[in-house]
């Protein structure tokens, strides 16, 4: 094995997994975060987000004394780049979201005066097409002595490659050992560096292409799932138009042996699928018209889901007169983008919950069994409940996300006038 250090840049929802996951093979890792608190939390040997089984990876590999984090980065023998990758600030509502490489060329900064000839750079952020061949002009116009794929090929003293994660929220660590990758070096040997390093506990297939085209799969992987998921959502739509039963239509379609409808939601949210597809979008505007039309169908659900909710305000209090609108109680169960996760990142239940704050003069109950405190954006807007609480007091329930938790309610326990289940929590609502 070559690689004595390897360093991760970025310790999120991806960056720290894949951090631990080296450090329990044994090799040094470090972890560089803007973030002291996170940091700080991961030298302690805990962690900072939810995420099975990786606390237990964490502590041990910290204890070992494999894994340390800093705020700064250090020499090492590889680089994995695991940050964000936002959306630029939009002039317009209906301008085309376009992505935000300022974290990537941060990243860049911080690491080209410590490259050394030999090493290996990896994008694993989720990116628009030639973004890593962006990474290696920042790279190679920091550092004029050194050369790169770009100029020297094969002959490269830096090796370049993008390797997307392909793993799910609540099951990061078993994927990212099972999963195949996507290598997309800059070159032959760049992939095959590549490949060397992953092979250090990945046991699925690390299948070779070129660098545009490995950061193409990861954004097709999840646009075709928000095609999948707006064709549900707006069925979904439809049915409550014609008074139909969308999940008995979806379980009934579903057994004919070719189709396999996904369920609809309040919306689609995470930094994959809720992202992924702007980024093909921005780049070929004209060309991608069904990708384009679905992520329209999936952002405007949740104003469907508003708009629920008002229509049971008013229903409310036509069925209660001696009552006004800042008497009725309303509970959102859930905040984060899916299940059984503390993730809020593009979470439609959190912008739905965010919403009905800005209307509703009642109060609002947020039921989420996955964080311990509420967002600064929610701090004074709503009120962090219990689920038993929010059963006995809410005049309207609002069901966002299908947490583990929520699934033990038995519907007659709820108090509420109106329940609005947006995730089929009761397949009969």
């Keep these: 094995m070559s ?36 940091v700080d939390t991961i030298n302690r040997g805990e962690i900072h987000i939810v995420e099975p089984d990786l606390d237990i990876l964490v502590k041990a590999s910290v204890n070992q004394g494999y894994l340390r984090a800093t ?104 994927e990212l050992v099972e999963n195949d990758r996507v290598i997309g070096g800059l070159t032959q040997k760049c992939s095959e560096k590549a490949i060397e390093l992953y092979k250090t506990f990945v046991k699925g297939d690390c299948v070779i292409t070129n660098s ?53 939601g309040p919306g689609v949210g995470g930094h994959c699928i809720a992202v992924d597809p702007w980024f093909i979008v921005s780049k070929t505007p004209e060309q991608a018209q069904m990708i384009h039309t679905a992520r329209k169908v999936n952002d405007g659900k949740p104003l469907w889901v508003i708009d629920k909710v008002k229509i049971a305000i008013s229903d409310f209090l036509q069925a209660n007169p001696d009552k006004t609108a800042k008497d009725v109680s309303i509970a959102c169960y859930g905040l984060a983008f899916k299940a059984d996760i503390d993730d809020l990142r593009e979470s439609p239940a959190l912008n739905i919950t965010k919403a009905i704050a800005k209307f509703h003069s009642g109060d609002l109950l947020a039921v989420e069994p996955n964080i311990k405190s509420l967002p600064s954006s929610l701090v004074n807007l709503i009120d962090l409940t219990s689920l038993d609480y929010a059963k006995n007091n809410a005049d309207i329930s609002v069901v966002l996300v299908k947490h583990t938790e929520f699934k033990k309610i038995i519907k007659n326990e709820l108090r509420s006038y109106s329940v609005i289940d947006t995730c089929g929590l009761w397949k009969e609502l």
């Design 3 to 38: 690689f004595e250090t390897i360093s991760v840049i970025g310790l999120g929802y991806i960056g720290l997994p894949t951090a631990a996951m080296f450090a329990s093979n044994k090799i040094k890792v470090i972890g560089v975060d803007i973030n002291q608190n996170a």
């Design 212 to 264: 545009r085209t490995a950061e193409m799969a990861k954004l097709t992987e999840n646009s075709c799932r928000d095609v999948q998921i707006a064709f549900a959502n707006e069925l979904s739509i439809i049915c409550d138009k014609l008074d139909i039963n969308v999940w008995e239509l979806i379980s009934l379609a579903n057994r004919h042996p070719r189709i396999n409808i996904l369920q609809p």
């Design 71 to 174: 705020t700064k980065a250090e020499a090492a023998d590889a680089f994995l780049i695991a940050v964000p990758t936002p959306f630029l600030p939009k002039e317009t509502d209906s301008d085309i979201p376009k992505p935000d490489l300022k974290y990537i060329e941060s990243a860049a900064e911080s690491i080209a005066p410590i490259l050394k000839k030999g090493d290996l750079v990896i994008l694993e952020s989720t990116s628009p097409v030639g973004a890593t061949e962006k990474l290696a002009d920042w790279l190679s116009e920091r550092r004029a002595d050194l050369t790169f794929p770009k100029t020297h090929g094969e002959e490269s003293d830096i090796r370049i490659a993008h390797c997307p994660e392909r793993v799910l929220p609540g099951h990061v660590v078993r």
